[in-house]
């Protein structure tokens, strides 16, 4: 999926700039960035649009997990690190992983295309173990269905 | 009409069947749906008072009574009000108000237009965890044809009454699953709890009354209002009337989602929904109620799952997350999962819960290291207390479940690790 690049001014006016708009916005404004993230430039162009302090922009922006204020990969892989995946296997996943992308739990592959995060619960434990792939969730991953998620993405980005 | 026949199935509150689409709202309305809305126009007085006569409670975890808090919203004279639905299920284990997001769309939202009519609330959130991308595109796809219908947005069935219903999208925290953090997520800013009270009823969001109800007991409520409290109070018990989603994970043969009436035991909800323990192990250990729950050995599994019982058990049905454990399963793993889960997810606003946590953490990690002492363990159980007593709000107040239940029904499985304890002394031929 490519990103569609709105602009940030773009963003803060279609979802307005009162204040209860600013977690739409930050998530917004993420979403549109193709390094899935909140840039400082960014941060600054929000509160000078939303007449709001930059401390207030970055005290929400940095509160929330699923908000980056530094650079990623074009995809966000997540691990759902909680109990019910754990037992079910969620250890070999990670290596699997971690040796395909070349990259610990909390980083960003060397060609930028993929960060591997862990997550809380995504709600398909009677799928365990489970993760996400940007939108898209997987349950009863395998070390092998992982990679091959993994490959598939990598494939049609070469396209 | 297979399908169809399935969601007829009408001796339920949730009408999923093993139908693994969404019912339509063709669908949903040719199974008797929005007749509800219809009766509540009519007669709102008579639905308030069928909500209280049903007994319902809240599914959220706190299980308060939904019908009182509906008439706190009724007497208070400020006309600017609110309704949230919490949708943010954030509880590790749990996953019914996916279900019912993703399902049955139209149940819930013909369940919070009832509410937000009845409380008064012509504005309505529906706050959705971001990590359910496709509940969220669900229910604005749903939104945008129960308005097209009539049923929501402006002048709804003709009636004159509004209800302007938004989606609001969480972004990876479980404390705003918490209902004055999630007001505070709702006004932009960091999802750190408020003081009680004042309750949200009284001051929400934005300052005014708001009424905020979680997915499940908002879907309940136009099958209540349809069949009437008599029929809802058959299906529980005197104490809890009605039937619970349970989220059913771990180590049996069936797991998935069931609708279980108030009343039935956790073995029976293991053995005759889950189809008992998946492979030739045996049953060790059951998590009831999430992360914040409790961890209880197999004996106490005769428990009906009823809030007055359970409660008097210690016993949390919270959310009605069931984690089944087998014998090859780890105690003491589980509950460092469970501590660092909070660890990462408290706010740090106040001592207890932010201390309590890494202390916690800390004890688990020389015990697991092998290099414990007894008297870490009732350091652990004096922490663990401290935090559930002097937290300032639910997550730090329950964070201590897990971690209590296992010291009490599993303790031997700390001690083995401990450097002190009197079969580590025996073994290594220590003089006393
Ligand atoms: C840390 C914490 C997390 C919570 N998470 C949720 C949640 O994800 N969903 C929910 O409905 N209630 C959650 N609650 C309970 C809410 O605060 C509140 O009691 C509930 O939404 C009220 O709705 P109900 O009366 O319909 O249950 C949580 C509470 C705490 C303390
Ligand atoms: S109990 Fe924990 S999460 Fe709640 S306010 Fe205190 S530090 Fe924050
Ligand atoms: S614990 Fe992993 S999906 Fe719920």
Redesign the pocket.
């Given at each position: 999926m490519e990103k569609m690049g709105k602009s940030v001014s773009e963003i803060v006016a279609e979802l307005g700039s009162e204040k209860g708009s600013l977690l739409a916005i930050l998530l917004a404004v993420q979403d549109a960035s193709p390094e899935n993230y909140v840039s400082e430039a960014a941060v600054n162009e929000i509160a000078a649009l939303m007449n709001i302090s930059r401390s207030m922009v970055y005290s929400t922006a940095s509160f929330y997990s699923e908000i980056s204020l530094q650079a990623r990969g074009r995809h966000i892989v997540r691990l759902c690190i909680n109990a019910p995946c754990e037992d079910a296997g969620k250890a070999e996943i990670q290596k699997a992983l971690e040796k395909e992308l070349g990259i610990k739990l909390g980083e960003t592959s060397a060609d930028k295309l993929f960060s591997l995060e862990g997550v809380s619960c995504l709600g398909v434990c009677n799928m365990s173990p489970a993760m996400k792939v940007d939108d898209k969730v997987f349950g009863d991953v395998t070390p092998a269905s992982a990679v091959r998620v993994i490959r598939e993405i990598r494939e049609a980005a070469k396209q | 009409m297979t399908t169809l026949q399935k969601i007829k199935d009408f001796d339920k509150v949730f009408n999923f069947g093993s139908y693994d689409g969404s019912v339509s709202l063709e669908e949903y309305r040719m199974t008797g749906g929005y007749e509800a809305l219809r009766k509540v126009l009519q007669d709102p007085q008579a639905a308030t008072e069928e909500i209280c006569a049903a007994g319902l409670r809240g599914r959220g975890g706190a299980a308060f009574p939904a019908g009182t808090k509906l008439k706190m919203m009724q007497t208070n004279v400020e006309t600017e009000r609110y309704l949230v639905c919490n949708a943010d299920e954030g509880e590790p284990g749990t996953f019914k108000d996916r279900f019912i997001m993703n399902h049955i769309p139209f149940q819930l939202l013909e369940g919070l237009t009832i509410a937000a009519i009845l409380a008064g609330s012509s504005n309505a959130y529906i706050y959705i965890r971001h990590e359910y991308p496709a509940a969220q595109a669900m229910i604005r796809q749903s939104i945008a044809e129960a308005q097209a219908a009539g049923l929501l947005g402006e002048n709804i069935l003709g009636s004159g009454v509004s209800v302007n219903l938004k989606i609001f999208s969480g972004a990876g925290s479980y404390?705003c699953g918490e209902e004055t953090a999630m007001l505070s997520s709702i006004e932009g800013k960091k999802g750190?709890?408020r003081v009680k009270p004042p309750f949200p009823i009284e001051s929400g969001l934005w300052g005014k009354p708001t009424l905020i109800n979680n997915v499940e007991t908002l879907a309940n409520i136009p099958v209540i209002i349809a069949k009437g409290a008599d029929w809802y109070k058959g299906l529980g018990t005197k104490d809890s009337p009605g039937t619970k989603l349970i989220s059913l994970s771990g180590d049996v043969r069936n797991r998935g989602l069931y609708e279980v009436p108030f009343g039935t035991t956790f073995r029976e909800i293991i053995e005759n929904y889950g189809g008992g323990m998946k492979e030739v192990y045996t049953l060790k250990a059951v998590n009831i109620g999430g992360a914040s729950g409790v961890v209880v050995p197999p004996e106490e599994l005769d428990c009906p799952m009823e809030y007055g019982v359970c409660a008097a058990r210690g016993i949390t049905i919270g959310s009605g997350a069931v984690y089944v454990m087998d014998e090859r399963r780890s105690i003491l793993d589980n509950v460092q999962n469970r501590v660092n889960f909070f660890l990462h997810e408290?706010?740090?606003?106040?001592t207890p819960?932010?201390e309590g946590l890494r202390q916690a953490i800390r004890i688990i990690e020389r015990v697991l290291a092998g290099q414990a002492t007894l008297k870490d363990l009732s350091n652990l159980e004096r922490y663990t207390k401290c935090m559930q007593e002097a937290?300032?709000?639910g997550?730090?107040q329950a964070a201590g479940n897990s971690l209590l239940s296992s010291l009490k029904y599993f303790r031997k499985e700390y001690e083995e690790s401990c450097v002190d304890s009197a079969q580590n002394i025996r073994e290594r031929g220590d003089m006393c």
């Open positions: - | 404390l750190r709890p408290s706010c740090g606003k106040c819960c932010r937290s300032f709000c997550l730090g």
